[in-house]
């Protein structure tokens, strides 16, 4: 017997979740299904983001930043300390608290919002009279049908060629997040988001930090400048970064890992350490989705095909987040689900690719939205330019952090701002501010001109707008 629903949802992290409680909202019976568990094997929603990725990496951070500042910055404030030491499974103990506390909160709102949750992986079946057979393969089998379904499966962490994670010695993000002990030495393979991110937690503890980048240019996808702000301030902690280098045998042994690689003058070279996480990419997850019983469209690289407003090549079936086009960020596939929510219900669901932030939680943390100066030039965009540095800032001095600058981007003849660009103390808070005014087409004037509270950083972002115009107050 069937349970019947007007939206499906499969998957239920930030994307999948999210649809399914504004789907609900707008007065929809909805269904969604997740297959994570957590160690007690009850449902944890929440996807990769709230299980291996955003939120389990930002604890972890949080921990290693007070242990950092603990042991380098407390001094200069007259705190002493002594016999200072690091708890490694009290800090994973923590980020497992915040992460349960996540999957019980989505689990609430599900619940809030009247959306029928089964724990289990969501498959299609076939298509049927009103829509499409889902089955959910769990605990307990069931079997849905639903007028309309939303794929929101996410995506999965890509691998080495022939070096398949044993998240013991070859760390994805998942092992990365895992570690019980602080490694003397760690490895990175490739110079992606969450391993800089765990490659941060790590050296604030003490470990021995090196990257190897196959592209001959750090943060490639980053202002350039920034990128080079950047990259100097990790080089000053100590972080080991090495670009243009050739990946070759990959050997795990009673030492460690070995990496052999050639370097950027080709020079063969051997890196030995006792944890390498691979952080090169993220692949579509489709697996189990059962797409090619039911011609569901899938690209070159196993992502469901859609069109601008997620919808696939199957009548009534959407797909939103890191399964589909676009940048993998969970506040990407938010959007899409909302956005596809009010389509399904006849309103205008939008989503601008051009505002949507990304943010490396670092130290210093990277944040932009829009376009870098290095498109704008490849585009032949006349524009404007002007930055600002946090070692003019007040705010910054007192924190004892000034590391850093903003960078504002606006068209050279109408001043309309086309990017924003930061790394610095607290820009993951400080970018929003970018985004709401690229969203109403603000001009760099609008951002000189509106009052910003003393002392504060978001100044930096006020006077880097007021430098486009060649009139920065406190530089």
Known sequence: MYKTFDIIVIGAGPGGYIAAIRAAQLGFKVACIDAWKNSAGGP????????????????????????AHAAHSLAAHGIGLKDLSIDVRKMLARKDAVVKQNNDGILFLLKKNKVSFFHGRGSFVKAVEGGWEIAVHGTASESLVGGQVIVATGSSARALPGLPFDEENVLSNDGALRMGAVPARLGLVGSGVIGLEMGSVWRRLGTQVTVLEALPTFLGAVDEQIAKEAHKAFVKQGLKIELGVKVGAVKVGRGGVSVAYDDAQGQAQTLTVDRLIVSIGRVPHTEGLNAHAVGLRLDERGAVVVDDECRTNLP????????????????????????????????????????????????????????????????????????????????????GDTTGMVKVLADAASDEILGVHMVGPQVSELIAEAVVAMSFRASSEDIARICHAHPSLAEVTKEAALAVDKRALNF
């Open 44 to 67: 944890a929603p929440g996807g990769t983001c709230t299980n291996v990725g955003c939120i389990p990496s930002k604890a972890l951070l949080q921990s290693s930043e007070h242990y």
């Open 316 to 399: 009534g079936v959407w797909a939103v987040g890191d399964v589909v086009r676009g940048p993998m960020l969970a506040h990407k596939a938010e959007e899409e689900g909302v956005a596809v929510a009010e389509r399904i219900a006849g309103q205008h669901g939008h989503v601008d690719f051009n505002t949507i932030p990304w943010v490396i939680y670092t130290s210093p943390e990277i944040a932009w939205v829009g376009q870098t100066e290095q498109q704008l030039k490849a585009a032949g965009r006349a524009y404007r330019a002007g930055s600002f540095p946090f070692l003019a800032n007040g705010r910054a001095r007192a924190l």
